[in-house]
């Protein structure tokens, strides 16, 4: 039973910063990618930063050079951490891992952590 479980969303000030992690819990399975993903309301799903395997990372360009995505191995953790954060960064952050597991690729998402910038 593999498990995603994020933690660290919050309300913060228009320029102020958080730090967002994300833990794939369970035994069996290797990482191929995890990443963050954000959803406005009544919007589309889109991605925010994703960071493989290998560790090469890709980011939105609305937030490129604000949010860094990094991961501990030994704990199959991924971090965000968001600077200069602005008003329009408010979303539910979803983490995604992309798993293999019993010879098979999945899909786990985490339950979200709401992130709130007022300016």
């Known amino acids: 039973q593999v498990q995603v479980v994020e933690s660290g969303g919050g309300l913060v000030q228009a320029g102020g910063s958080l730090t967002l992690s994300c833990a794939a819990s369970?035994?069996?399975?290797?990482?191929?990618?995890m990443g963050w993903y954000r959803q406005y309301l009544g919007k589309q799903r889109e991605r925010v930063a994703i960071?493989?395997?290998?560790?090469?990372?890709n980011y939105a360009d609305s937030v490129k050079g604000r949010f860094t995505i990094s991961r501990d191995n030994a704990k199959n953790t991924v971090y965000l951490q968001m600077n200069s954060l602005k008003p329009e960064d408010t979303a539910l952050y979803y983490c995604?891992?992309?798993?293999?597991?019993?010879?098979?690729?999945?899909?786990?998402w985490g339950q979200g952590t709401q992130v709130t910038v007022s300016s």
């Open positions: 995604n891992a992309n798993l293999r597991y019993s010879g098979a690729t999945f899909s786990y």
């Open positions: 369970g035994s069996g399975f290797s990482i191929n990618a």
């Open positions: 960071i493989t395997s290998g560790d090469t990372t």
